[in-house]
């Protein structure tokens, strides 16, 4: 990585790999064996955010103004590996530091990606055109994640709340 500000990381559900995301790219490393193997994402601007999907051998990352996708079920040594889906999240403008993208425990496609502004976006993965709803909540966000039973979004601000989103209503 260098010297590179490192924006996020992420060990999958299983604990096998590690993904370490910095401004201009984004590095796994499986850790299952007894040599680790190694690939990089590269090609990207402004990456905030990473995360492995809950449900399959998907990484999640935020590029710019983007949500990319990418198959990383077969990580080969120094393989570049070239999104599968790229969904725009809306403007430049709207989309300003990401702080979290969370995949829901209920459903293999939803995806909730929080900015610090306020904004949430709600994405479908099998809805490539982008999210299917975005909301302002209001309040500078500084962490996401779904309840257990996916009805929920969490969400906490830099004044020390906790706001739910309640995906049912």
């Not at 935020?62 to 999104?83: C, N, Q, T």
């Amino acid at each position: 990585l260098g010297e590179a500000l490192v924006s996020g990381l992420h060990l999958s559900k299983d604990a096998t790999r590690l993904a370490i995301a910095s401004s201009d790219q984004c590095t796994l490393i499986d850790i299952s064996g007894e040599e680790s193997i190694s690939a990089t994402i590269t090609g990207i601007s402004a990456c905030s955010a990473v995360s492995f999907h809950s449900h399959s051998s998907r990484l999640l990352l935020i590029s710019g103004r983007y949500l990319s996708v990418h198959d990383v079920s077969d990580l080969a040594e120094s393989e570049s590996l070239d999104p599968t889906l790229r969904i725009p999240l809306g403007s430049s403008t709207s989309v300003k530091e990401v702080i979290g993208i969370a995949c829901s425990p209920f459903s293999a496609t939803l995806v909730a990606v929080a900015c610090k502004s306020g904004a949430v976006f709600l994405v479908d993965l099998e809805r490539e055109k982008g999210p299917f709803k975005t909301l302002d909540m209001k309040a500078s966000l500084s962490s996401i994640a779904f309840s257990a039973d996916g009805a929920n979004v969490l969400l906490g601000t830099e004044a020390g709340q906790l706001l739910v989103l309640d995906l049912r209503g």
